[in-house]
Each structure stands twice: as C-alpha cells, then as structure tokens.
C-alpha cells in the first residue's frame, strides 16, 4: 500500500528567524541519523545529472549525507542509499533517470537499498506523477526549494518508512551554513543566486527554480576566503543569469547588506578578484542583455578574472531570437562581441546554441552558423531542441521535424568543428599560463590542466605541480587538447 507523507506544501516561510530555525533543524536531525547509523558502515551513491548548479547541490547533499555517516561509493549495488539529482532542460535527462531506476528496483528489493529523487525534474508534476504510477519504489521526493531538508526526509524514512514527497511549489529561502563535500580541491564553484526571470520561451528553468534571489554578499565573500584559505586556486561563480546578481533586489528595493562595497556583479568581481590565494575567477552562466559597461570594466580590470566569456546566442536569427524572448538581435549580440574584444584584451568566447526551434527556417540556421563565422568561439555547448511541457514553445504549432533538427545539429557540429581547428592551431607556439590540475584521467604519466580560456592542456611533469598555475609552451594541437611544455 502507498503511503505519502506530503511535507511543507505551498508553505511559505518567511525570513530570518524561520531560517535559523530551518538550519538548526537539519543540524539537529543531521546528528539523528548519524547517530542512528552509527558503526553500520554505510554506503551512499549520488548521480548527478545536470548543469554546474546541479553539481554544487550535489555537493551540498554530500556534506549532508556524510555527517549522517554514510560513505560513498560509485557501486551503486553496495548502495544503503541511491540519491538521484536531477536536471529537466532536455528530454534526454529524462531518458537516463528512468532508465537507472528500473536498473536500481532490483537493490530496492534485494536489500532495501534507499531511493530517494530529487532536483529539477522533482518541480514538474506530470514526472512526480509518472514516479508514483511507473516507479512506486522510490522513499524520498525532494526538489530544489527543499534539498536542505534532507536529513529531515531521511530520519523520517528511518523512523517510519513512509513514502515522502518534499516539494515546494514557491520560491524556498536561501539557506546558509550546511554542511558541503567538495569534488576537487583546486577548483571550486560557488553558488551565487538561485532562479531565473527571463522566461526564454524553450526553457523550463524558471518554472522549477523559480524566482531570481542572490545570495548576500557576506555570505558569499567569507566563502570564497575560506575557500582560499582552504588552498582553492579557482572558483567558479554560478548562477541561472549570473550577471544579473543582486538586480532584482535593487529594482524591487529589496534590502540588502552590503559588504565589502558589493552591491552587484561587478562589484561583486572586484572583490572576489581581492582575496588573496584565488588565482582564477570563470562565471557561469549570464546572459548577454546583463552585460553593462560596468561588468565589461571589471572583467577588463580584474586580473584574475578569465578572459573567456560564455555568451550564449542561441539562434544567430533575430526573428527567432524575438520568438525565444531572448531581448538582443542579431546585430545587437555581435555589437557586444566587438565592443567586448575591444574593450577586454584577449577576450574570447563561448557559446550556446540551439537549433531546430519552433518556426526555424533555412534562413533563420544560415543566420546562426553566419554568427559562429563571425565571432570564431572558443567552445560551443550545441543542443538540439528539446519540447519541454509547460513552456510557451512547447505550445507552437510550427514544431520542425526531428529528421531537419539532426540535419541542421550535424551541419552546424561540422563548421563548429572546422573552426575549432583553426583557432587550435593558433596556440601552438604560444605561452598559455596553465592552472595544473593533476594527473590526467586517460593517461596517468601525463597532468592535466586548462587555459585562461579553459582548453584542456595535457603535459608530462611531476605531480606536485598540481594546484600550480605556470606558464607552458604549447607544442602540438589535438581536437579536444593541448599538449604543453613548461616554459623555460
Ligand atoms: N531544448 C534544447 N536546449 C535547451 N536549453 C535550454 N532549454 C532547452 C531546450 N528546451 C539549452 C540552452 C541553455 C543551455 C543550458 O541549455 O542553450 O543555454
Ligand atoms: Fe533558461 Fe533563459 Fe533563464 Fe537561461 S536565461 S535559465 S535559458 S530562461
């Protein structure tokens, strides 16, 4: 029989002392199932299945659920618990979640093993519900606005081993000071403000993350000074629409304490490019309407802040551009393009692009493949589009077959592809300082480590250059790496 505890709906809560009291509670329920599981050598294992964002929640879930005295594993059948972070950008994500699910049923019933799901996908309805029809297994639903409840979730299914959906329909607090498991120890990624306002019409991210909030600027600062402190070298800022990091709280008059005189994003880069230890600030992800002249400045002025800027386009087409709600033209985009090459010295770029939206023409592709021969990106992050239920897109009549959407995605891979040889080519011969990050994963007599513009650049030196940032010769040029010497 199906039980289903349903927890916190629709129930706001509201500013700091409900918040302090919201942390003390994980806190308290933290040491419960530590205590709970002590001396039971527990295994846990998380898949994480999305973006960056997702990745830094990952990392919070880690550093709950290892208080709780559990250990990880990659070995899903030694699991005691299966946690799944999810992502719903793009239908694929759905594809591999119910695929590992039928595959981790059998652990369910062979020893117990708990199931619990959560992240994006957990925000849409019509998936939770396809969960409790397909996939009755599962114990724990959670979704972005609740992962800090956790260990609540989980002391529940200890104590009573009732079914939980923990899922908040409405935008969740932002909740400091839990505990975090890193995955590196020289690159690290900070949240910085949750949600999104800009409702591009293909995306479902403001539906599941709802509502821009940025982090304090306290907040944020003593967490990169720790994690300087700590012996981090890079940090990587993120956010859905990054650059607009404290705008809603100015435009609305929302109040805010300002720290360290950083009351945007900019200001926010200067300070960050203050701390000292970090050698490297990267942002991910803005979008290109954010980009004031004062963020342009301080990237331009910031030393340590990279010079690779990921610009997502979209469509080079500014019919559909207008269509996705994306607020530039065509002509607008590259304007930014060569104000910022002006602007910043050796600025280069990344980008996103979809092809086959609602509506897409030859002319409209052609216009797109015309934007990467103009701006000559460093990298490009190619999708095809993906209908996601709930979106305005989603609801066009004018969808494009999926045999032109391949078609289009191949042609475009194919310049993407011819251009990515030529700006290789480019490097070798040249000094790149290069943040060594360890030994390689494919080759373990050989390091590895990236550029200012984030190329991978592979070289055969002593291990305890890891955590150094050195300039190295580039020797040779591969598709997807560099080969360096150090510099003499
Ligand atoms: N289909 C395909 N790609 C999408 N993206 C977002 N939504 C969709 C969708 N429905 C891409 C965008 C965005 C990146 C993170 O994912 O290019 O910048
Ligand atoms: Fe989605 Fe557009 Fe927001 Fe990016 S800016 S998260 S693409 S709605």
Redesign the pocket.
């Known amino acids: 029989m199906k039980q289903y505890i349903l927890m916190h709906k629709q129930t706001k809560t509201s500013g700091g002392n409900n918040v302090t009291k919201q942390i003390e509670k994980q806190l308290e329920d933290i040491q419960k199932v530590a205590k709970l599981n002590e001396g039971k050598n527990l295994k846990y294992s998380i898949l994480t299945m999305g ?1 960056q964002l997702n990745e830094n929640d990952s990392e919070k879930l880690c550093g709950m659920i290892e208080k709780m005295n559990y250990t990880k594993t990659e070995n899903l059948a030694d699991s005691n618990l299966i946690v799944f972070n999810t992502c719903c ?2 239908e694929n994500a759905e594809d591999r979640l119910f695929g590992k699910l039928g595959e981790v049923k059998k652990y369910k019933e062979e020893k117990g093993t708990i199931i619990a799901i959560g992240g994006c996908m957990m925000q849409e309805k019509h998936i939770v519900e396809k969960l409790r029809q397909s996939y009755p297994f599962f114990d724990i639903v959670f979704g972005t606005h609740t992962l800090h409840q956790f260990p609540t979730d989980l002391y529940q299914i200890l104590c009573s081993h009732k079914r939980i959906e923990d899922i908040l329909d409405i935008d969740g607090e932002i909740i400091e000071g839990l505990p975090i498991k890193r995955d590196d120890n020289i690159k690290a990624s900070v949240t910085i403000m949750n949600g999104c306002n800009n409702f591009c019409t ?3 991210v403001p539906y599941v993350r709802g509502r821009e909030r940025s982090r304090s600027p306290k907040d944020i600062l003593q967490e990169i000074e720790n994690l300087a402190k700590q012996g981090y070298k890079e940090v990587t800022l993120l956010g859905q629409n990054v650059n607009s990091y404290l705008r809603v709280e100015r435009e609305k008059q929302i109040p805010f304490e300002e720290y360290q005189g950083v009351h945007s994003f900019a200001t926010l880069l200067r300070a960050v490019n203050e701390i000292q230890g970090i050698e490297r600030i990267r942002f991910i ?1 803005p979008h290109p309407k954010d980009f004031t002249d004062d963020v342009i400045e301080a990237i331009r002025d910031c030393d340590k802040v990279c010079k690779l800027i990921h610009l ?1 386009l ?1 469509s080079g087409s500014t019919q559909i551009l207008k269509v996705m709600n994306r607020k530039y033209t065509k002509e607008q985009y590259l304007a930014l393009v060569e104000k910022m090459k002006k602007m910043i010295p050796n600025v280069t770029f990344s980008t ?3 092809v086959g939206f609602p509506g897409e023409t030859e002319e409209d592709f052609a216009d797109t493949l015309d934007v990467v021969e103009k701006v000559g990106f460093e990298q490009v992050y190619m ?4 209908r ?1 239920v709930g979106t305005p897109a989603d609801k066009m009549e004018n969808q494009i077959p999926e045999e032109i959407k391949h078609e289009r995605f191949e042609r475009l891979k194919k310049l993407v592809e011819q251009k990515m040889e030529k700006q290789n080519q480019k490097y070798v011969g040249t000094i790149q300082k290069v943040l060594i990050e360890g030994k390689s994963k494919n080759n373990d007599k050989m390091l590895t480590g990236r550029t200012d513009s984030n190329r991978v650049v592979i070289l055969e030196a002593a291990e305890e250059l890891a955590g150094k940032c050195i300039p190295l010769k580039i020797v040779s040029e591969h598709m997807w790496y560099l080969k360096g010497e150090v510099a003499e």
Do not use: A, E, G
């Not at 999708?383 to 993906?386: D, E, L, N, P």
């Open positions: 973006c950008v793009r293909y995306c479902i992800s997502p979209q996103d692009i979809i999708f095809i589009y993906s996601r």
